[in-house]
Each structure stands twice: as structure tokens, then as C-alpha cells.
């Protein structure tokens, strides 16, 4: 599967203080697109969806994170038959064509290395991608991951998804 290419159970916790930042290349940090990008009030604006044969859950973690105030744990107990079935994700993106936005965060697996394909979406049919999609390895330790991705379309509630 190419989402969360878990290697028997494996759990990733995603954290970050202005580090989970979804924003435009040129801008500072002011000017945060994700709402809610460190957990600070529960999963509020992230959703977790399992479909198919998979098997997910999650939860705001206030024991283990990177810094405080919490992390969110996915766990992965069975990644499902196709790379859809388990998505960890946010709506509500405002993205232009043509500009340069960067996501950073920081995340760890306790239970292996996973790789979650990290896609910029429409939101709704036909679950368009706006730009190619970005594999990261989440290993062990905490670690920053940064990429980025050129729009190639406009959309004013747009999709972050970790599949």
C-alpha cells in the first residue's frame, strides 16, 4: 500500500508548535494555513478515516510529543487492500495555481519506518491532486520533515491528506 507503508503495527505521532505549518513559500509564519497545526484545542479541523479492510485510530496524545501541548497518534494496526483505505487528513486550504507552498512537521513511528504519501487534494469527487504527490520516511526519533508543492489549480477548501 503506499500510505502509511506500515510494516505490521506501527503508529506515527504527528506534532508540532508552528512546525506543522502549511503556508506559501514567500510568506512568514503569520500566515499559517492549517488551522489547528498543534493540536492545541483536540483533533479539532483533522479527521481520520479508515474504509475498506483498514484498520486506524487515533487520538490526541498529551503523554508523548515532540513539544508540549500534545501530539496526534495514528495507529495502523492493518493498512487496508489499496492506498485510500487509511487517511489521516485537513480541509479548509486556501491554495492559488501556480504558488509555492511548503508543509513542514514533525512526526515519529514507534513501531517501525512509515511512509505516508502526503497528497494536496480536492476535497470532494473526483478527489483530484493538485500537485505530485511527496513520500516521507518517518522513522523512530522525532524529525522535521519539510516539502513542498507547486499548485496547479486554485481552490479555496483544498485538502491535506496523509495517505
Known amino acids: 500500500m503506499k500510505g502509511f507503508r506500515f510494516i505490521a503495527k506501527v503508529l506515527i505521532v504527528f506534532y508540532s508548535v508552528l512546525l506543522f505549518g502549511f503556508m506559501p513559500v514567500y510568506a512568514d509564519t503569520s500566515n499559517e494555513l492549517l488551522q489547528n497545526p498543534s493540536f492545541t484545542v483536540n483533533k479539532v479541523y483533522w479527521s481520520l478515516c479508515q ?3 483498514a484498520k486506524v485510530s487515533g487520538v490526541r496524545d498529551t503523554a ?8 496526534y497518534r495514528v495507529d495502523c494496526i492493518s493498512k487496508g487492500n489499496i492506498f485510500s483505505d487509511a487517511q489521516f487528513y485537513t480541509t479548509s486550504l486556501k491554495v492559488e495555481v501556480g504558488k509555492k507552498y511548503k508543509l513542514t512537521f514533525r512526526a515519529k513511528s514507534e513501531d517501525g519506518i512509515a511512509n505516508p504519501t502526503i497528497y494536496l487534494m480536492k476535497s470532494c469527487k473526483p478527489w483530484n491532486s493538485y500537485a505530485p504527490c511527496k513520500t516521507v520516511t518517518i522513522a523512530g526519533d522525532w524529525a522535521t520533515q519539510e516539502i513542498y508543492f507547486i499548485l496547479n489549480t486554485t481552490d479555496y477548501n483544498a485538502r491535506l491528506t496523509f495517505f
Not at 508523548?64 to 501530539?71: C, K
Open 51 to 53: 474504509e475498506g479492510t
Open 64 to 71: 508523548i510529543y515532540d513539544s508540549a501541548p500534545a501530539s
